[in-house]
């Protein structure tokens, strides 16, 4: 039978082997250290408000100068959140073509008409375990940082608080878009939520 002095020592012991790997899972705040990364300032070219996140760059309207230092950098794919009425210097689509560049469009035909589809569209060029490096722009770049806040929260389990809180200071105006933010979070965890009940209903024994 093992004495109470040594089964003291041992649990001790234990103990003081537990602490660096306790160390290991937790921040200075005493939280686990996120697991995406975050939104940060950046510059690229001439675009304006410019933010990027691991892969991602969001921004304003690039010339065809800016695309070109995208294909510089490692940029493989450009998405497109820009409307009709906004200004451009070239017709990025073609630019993108000549520089071997994915180029996805969310297909937006007004500046204040956000859709379910254009979110699903953006999704989907962003969908994948391996994201290439990727450029998002829209006119000014507020556009991009909210679609970007919905693809983090969703995509990547940021807390949707959080995730707005980065997009407006990466561009996002406040007011609509942040509501717009909140519905497709809503909307589309819902649809994982459904789906995941068929899966379950289908995979339950009969």
């Given amino acids: 039978m093992r004495s109470p002095r040594r089964s003291r020592a041992a649990l001790a012991a234990a103990l003081i082997a537990l602490l660096p790997l306790a ?80 180029y996805a469009s969310a297909g937006l035909e007004a500046e204040g008409l956000l859709t379910d589809a254009s979110v699903d569209l953006v999704l989907q060029a962003l969908d994948g375990d391996a994201l290439p490096p990727t450029l998002m722009f829209c006119g000014t770049g507020g556009r991009s940082a909210t679609y970007l806040a919905i693809y983090r929260v969703v995509q990547l389990g940021v807390p949707l608080e959080e995730a707005l809180v980065e997009a407006r200071r990466a561009g996002m105006p406040p007011g609509k878009a942040e509501e717009f933010v909140r519905r497709e979070v809503a909307r589309l965890e819902a649809l994982a939520a459904a789906d995941r009940a068929v899966t379950a209903q289908a995979d339950t024994p009969r």
């Fill in 23 to 102: 160390a290991c899972r937790t921040s200075s705040g005493g939280r686990a250290p996120a697991a995406y990364p975050p939104v940060v300032p950046a510059d690229f070219g001439t675009m304006n408000n410019v933010s990027a996140a691991g892969p991602i760059w969001i921004g304003g309207m690039p010339t065809a100068e800016d695309l070109e230092l995208a294909q510089r950098r490692g940029i493989e794919k450009v998405v497109d959140l820009s409307v009709p009425s906004e200004p451009r210097t070239c017709d990025i689509a073609s630019e993108c073509r000549l520089l071997g560049l994915e």
